[in-house]
Structure formats: structure tokens, C-alpha cells
């Protein structure tokens, strides 16, 4: 079966731009998580959709926001970009419940300059 | 608040040598834990599960609720274990905490 699909895998924006990054979970799966990887902080949570609502949220700006579609397919936004959110973005994708485990797409890498 | 530690940012052994990376966490609930794998070029992979308590590709990893720790082990390190390690805990409200990771290179 086809695994997680993140695109695009790479992207190159200036700051104060806005960007969309588009996750295709493995089919069944109706959790979507997203995380931001960066060399000094590691794999930060940004959020997780289940069932078309955002379930869980890390503790990240308003500036960064996502949605889920009824296909579970997972988009997340990041507007006014700042230098800083340069990072490879990651999504997994779960059945959802506890104990399942996640299945990490190959990310998206964002540089914004 | 949930806590993963991995105190060790990266660590080199020789290729036959024991090796283990530490992890320990901190967590009011009843944890879940996980080793996360993503070798070079790769993407992250789930490498085992406590429930599990099984051995994958030579580790294992038994959860210590005393100490906090869910260390990973392996008796003798191969130069195809060279990875990124990361240590994985879940929430009861299923969200997914990582750690800092731990670079293992084994040395030939």
C-alpha cells in the first residue's frame, strides 16, 4: 500500500509569504500529525487532525494553522513566514487510536529567505 | 507537562561493541513509549514499541516506570545500525512527544 505523501518535498519562500504543505496519509488512516524538525530543536509538534478536527495542538503561533479534508488528506499553513520557520515539515499518519502507531511521510523542506 | 530526555546528542562505538542510548521521560499519566529510527536518506521509521517487548534487528528496550527510562540496547552494534535514534513518548490524549535524538555511529 502506498505510504505517506508529502508535497511538495522541497520549497523556497521570502519572508512574510505564506505557504501550504499537503499530506496524503496512508488510506485508512484518519490521523494526520504534523511536526517541524530542525537540527537545534528536533522534532517539534505542531498538531494533529483526526476525523476532520484538529485534535491536539503543540505550542506553536496562530501564524501556523492546518485543516483536514473528509478524504483525511492534510494541509498545514504557515503565514507571515520568518526566517526561523526554516525546517523540514513532517507528517504521520495513525488508524488514530491509542497505542497506533505512526507512519512519518519523507517531509517537506522549507527555507525561507 | 511530558518530558523526553535524551542526554546524549550523539554517540560512536565500534562495530561488535555493546551500545546504548538513553532515554529517560517524564509523564503524570501512564506512558507509551517508542524508538524511532530514520537512517541516512531516509525517513522516520518506528523501530519498537514497548508493548511490544519484542527485538527488532538486534534492539531491545525495556521500560523502567521506577527509573523513568526506556533505554535501547543492543549487544553488538552493526556499522547498518548508524542512525538517528529517537526516543518517542505518547499521551493519553495521543499526542506523539519526541527527544532530542541521538546520533549513533558505529565505527568499522
Known amino acids: 500500500k502506498a505510504g505517506v505523501t508529502q508535497t511538495p518535498r522541497y520549497l523556497i519562500k521570502t519572508r512574510g509569504q505564506q505557504v501550504t504543505l499537503s499530506c496524503s496519509p496512508i488510506?485508512?488512516?484518519?490521523?494526520v500529525s504534523w511536526y517541524q524538525q530542525t537540527p537545534g530543536q528536533g522534532l517539534q509538534f505542531l498538531f494533529e487532525?483526526?476525523?476532520?478536527?484538529?485534535?491536539n495542538k503543540g505550542n506553536f503561533p496562530g501564524r501556523f494553522s492546518g485543516r483536514q479534508f473528509s478524504n483525511s488528506r492534510s494541509e498545514m499553513n504557515v503565514s507571515t513566514l520568518e526566517l526561523g520557520d526554516s525546517a523540514l515539515y513532517l507528517c504521520?499518519?495513525?488508524?488514530?487510536?491509542?497505542?497506533?502507531?505512526?507512519?512519518f511521510g519523507s517531509g517537506t523542506r522549507l527555507t525561507v529567505v | 507537562a511530558q518530558r523526553v530526555t535524551q542526554p546524549e546528542k550523539l554517540l560512536s562505538v565500534f562495530k561488535g561493541a555493546p551500545v546504548e542510548l538513553k532515554c529517560n521521560y517524564s509523564?503524570?499519566?501512564?506512558?507509551?513509549l517508542f524508538w524511532y529510527v530514520q537512517y541516512s536518506r531516509q525517513r522516520l521509521q518506528l523501530l519498537l514499541r514497548?508493548?511490544s517487548r519484542e527485538s527488532i534487528k538486534g534492539f531491545t528496550a525495556d521500560l523502567n516506570k521506577g527509573e523513568t527510562s526506556f533505554h535501547l540496547k543492543k549487544p553488538f552494534a552493526q556499522e547498518e545500525d548508524s542512525a538517528m535514534y529517537y526516543c518517542?513518548?505518547?499521551?493519553?490524549?495521543?499526542?506523539?512527544?519526541f527527544g532530542t535524538g541521538t546520533r549513533l555511529t558505529v565505527i568499522p
Open positions: 504521520a499518519s495513525s488508524l488514530g487510536g491509542q497505542g497506533d502507531g505512526y507512519t
Open positions: 488510506s485508512g488512516h484518519r490521523s
Open positions: 487532525y483526526f476525523s476532520e478536527t484538529q485534535r
Open positions: 509523564y503524570s499519566g501512564s506512558p507509551e
Open positions: 514497548h508493548i
Open positions: 518517542a513518548l505518547l499521551t493519553g490524549a495521543n499526542n506523539l512527544f
